[in-house]
């Protein structure tokens, strides 16, 4: 089965660190550009960072506080999130796409409140 599972998300105090995963099943995570997502109440899915083969993107709003890094052994990719703040509350999708395939997880609550 083909699927990509995200884990990692909770409650954090402002201030406060999470890493996310995202593993995948079913398929070799290494040969796809993987972007993390995310969607807060009442607006539209952004994206939030990506990883290709040579090299990453980060929104400017999370560049300095976020990190996007895979380990290829546990065909996972990590978003590491420091500094979070508020407004990094969310639901976080996993996205792995090439040419003619592309998957997303379920999504991972990510909550920065005191």
């Known amino acids: 089965q083909l699927q990509l599972v995200e884990s990692g998300g909770g409650l954090v105090q402002p201030g406060g660190s999470l890493r996310l995963s995202c593993a995948a099943s079913?398929?070799?995570?290494?040969?796809?550009?993987v972007g993390w997502f995310r969607q807060a109440p009442g607006k539209e899915r952004e994206a939030v960072s990506c990883?290709?083969?040579?090299?990453?993107y980060y929104r400017d709003t999370v560049k300095g506080r976020f990190t996007i890094s895979r380990d290829n052994a546990k065909n996972t990719v990590y978003l590491q999130m420091n500094s979070l703040k508020p407004e990094d509350t969310a639901v976080y999708y996993c996205?792995?796409?090439?040419?003619?395939?592309?998957?997303w997880g379920q999504g991972t609550q990510v909550t920065v409140s005191s």
């Open positions: 990883i290709s083969s040579d090299r990453t």
């Open positions: 079913g398929f070799t995570l290494g040969y796809y550009t």
């Open positions: 996205n792995a796409h090439r040419v003619l395939h592309d998957y």
